[in-house]
């Protein structure tokens, strides 16, 4: 292989010409500068995502703020609701919705109450639902029979 030197960069390190590709020696240090830089900034955008989600009418993005605020893995959050690592995945990302069960779960592992978390799922899917009401026609209806035993 022909190596030729070619002109420092702003480093001061010397590049070498490889093949036609140009091979930039590696500064450990900064390599691990900026990693270390990423991971922080992975860690804060994780943050701010997380305390966005808390606000959320949504109860999937709910939970993924909480766990993100919490640094909770998926995997520990399965094991602790005692539920396969799938089933977890499809519940924090909204595939699936909460049921009674897992709104049990969720109360003990995340804390809140179970009303709480199934209001909020059923809130979530009334906004959701869309009805065209010229398509519907008005029934004249009573909902409860008034009882005629008044004495």
């Not at 930039?24 to 804060?44: F, G, H, N, T």
């Not at 979530?124 to 009805?131: A, F, G, N, P, T």
């Amino acid at each position: 292989m022909a190596q030729n030197p070619i002109s420092d960069d702003q480093t001061g390190h010397q590049n070498t010409l490889v093949n036609g590709t140009i091979i930039m020696p590696i500064d450990y240090a900064y390599e691990r500068a900026r990693q270390a830089k990423r991971r922080a900034l992975r860690s804060c955008s994780r943050w701010m995502q997380g305390y966005e989600y808390l606000q959320s009418p949504v109860p999937a993005e709910r939970i993924r703020g909480i766990l993100a605020l919490n640094d909770i893995t998926l995997t520990t959050f399965a094991k602790a609701m005692n539920m396969s690592l799938s089933a977890c995945h499809y519940l924090v990302y909204g595939s699936s919705r909460i049921t009674p069960e897992t709104a049990v779960r969720i109360s003990y592992v995340l804390g809140g109450t179970p009303e709480q978390w199934l209001r909020m799922q059923n809130e979530y899917e009334l906004r959701q639902i869309k009805v065209d009401k010229r398509s519907l026609s008005h029934l004249a209806v009573t909902m409860f029979k008034p009882n005629k035993s008044y004495s």
